[in-house]
C-alpha cells in the first residue's frame, strides 16, 4: 500500500498496550506524529525507546482516559506539538472479572462503561470540531466481536464495545459529509496483554480459540495493519462501519 500518511499527526490511547504499541510502530514508520496516551509514564517510556526514532515523532501523554480533561490535553498538545490532528485511534480499554450480571457491583459496571465507552465518546467530542474545520479526519474505534456477539460473563464489557458500534454508526453518519470518516474494529482473540490479565482465566481462552476457524490469535500488527488502512487518505467510502478481525469466526 503506497505511504499516503507521512506528515500526519494522530492520538493513539492505550499507546502502550499489546494493539496500541503496533499501531504506533506502523505509524512512527509510515512517518505519523504520535500523542500517545496510556495511564503510565513509565510504559510510554519504555514504547518510546521499543518504536525508535526513524520516522515520525512521539509525545507521551500519561493519564486517564476517563479523566473529562485528559481528551483536551491529547488534543492541545497534537496542536501545540505538531500543528494539527489528522487521526484517532480510540484504542484504551480493559475487562474484569469474569462473573454473572447478576452478581456485577455498580461499580464495576460504571468503571467498565466509562473506560471502554465513555472515554471514547470524550476524545471524540473533543478531536472531532477540528477536523470538521479542517475537513479532513480519520477515526478508529476499538471495539470488540463481545460488543457483536455479547460474550457470557462479560457483560458490562460486552455492553460497552456495543456501545462503541453503535455510537460508531450514528455518528459516521453525521460526519458521512465532512470528509471526517469513522470506523471501528471487532478483534476476536489477539495475543496481547490483555489475554495475560487475570480476569481472562484458561478456560475461557480455550473455549475463544477453539471457535476461531484459523486456529490461532491474531496478531496484534495484524490488528494494527487495519487500523493503519482505515486511519489513511486510502479509506474513502466507509464510515460508520465495523471491521472484523475474527479469523474467520465472524459469520454476521
Ligand atoms: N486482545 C484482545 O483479544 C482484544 C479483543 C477485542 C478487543 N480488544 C480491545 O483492543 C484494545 C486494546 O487492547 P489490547 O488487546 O492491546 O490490550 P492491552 O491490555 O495490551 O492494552 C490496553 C491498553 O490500554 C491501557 N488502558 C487501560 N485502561 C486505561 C485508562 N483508563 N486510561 C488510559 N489507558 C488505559 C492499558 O494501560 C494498556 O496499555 C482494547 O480496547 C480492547 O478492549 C482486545
Do not use: C
Amino acid at each position: 500500500m503506497e505511504n499516503n500518511m507521512n506528515g500526519q499527526t494522530a492520538i493513539v490511547t492505550g499507546a502502550a498496550g499489546g494493539i496500541g504499541s503496533a499501531v504506533v510502530t506502523k505509524f512512527i514508520e509510515s512517518g505519523v506524529n504520535v500523542v500517545a496516551v496510556d495511564l503510565y509514564q513509565q510504559a510510554l517510556d519504555v514504547l518510546i525507546e521499543e518504536v525508535g526514532t526513524s520516522g515520525g515523532e512521539i509525545v507521551p501523554l500519561a493519564g486517564d482516559v476517563t479523566d473529562p480533561l485528559l481528551a483536551i490535553r491529547a488534543v492541545e498538545l497534537s496542536r501545540s506539538k505538531f500543528g494539527g490532528l489528522d487521526i484517532l485511534v480510540n484504542n484504551a480499554g480493559m475487562g474484569s472479572d469474569m462473573v454473572p450480571l447478576w452478581e456485577i457491583d455498580l461499580e464495576t459496571w460504571r468503571r467498565d462503561i466509562e473506560v471502554n465507552l465513555t472515554s471514547q465518546f470524550m476524545m471524540l467530542k473533543a478531536v472531532i470540531p477540528g477536523m470538521i474545520e479542517q475537513g479532513y479526519g480519520r477515526i478508529v474505534n476499538t471495539a470488540s466481536a463481545a460488543g457483536m456477539e455479547g460474550h457470557a460473563l462479560s457483560s458490562p464489557y460486552a455492553a460497552a464495545k456495543g456501545g462503541v458500534i453503535a455510537m460508531t454508526k450514528a455518528v459516521g453518519k453525521e460526519l458521512a459529509t465532512k470528509g471526517v470518516l469513522v470506523n471501528a474494529i471487532a478483534p476476536a482473540l489477539i495475543g496481547s496483554g490483555m489475554l495475560d490479565q487475570p480476569w481472562f482465566d484458561e478456560k475461557t481462552k480455550k473455549q475463544l480459540l477453539e471457535r476461531i476457524p484459523m486456529g490461532r490469535v491474531g496478531e496484534p500488527t495484524e490488528v494494527a495493519e487495519m487500523i493503519t488502512f482505515l486511519a489513511s487518505p486510502s479509506l474513502s467510502f466507509s464510515t460508520g462501519a465495523v471491521f472484523d478481525l475474527s479469523g474467520g469466526r465472524a459469520t454476521y
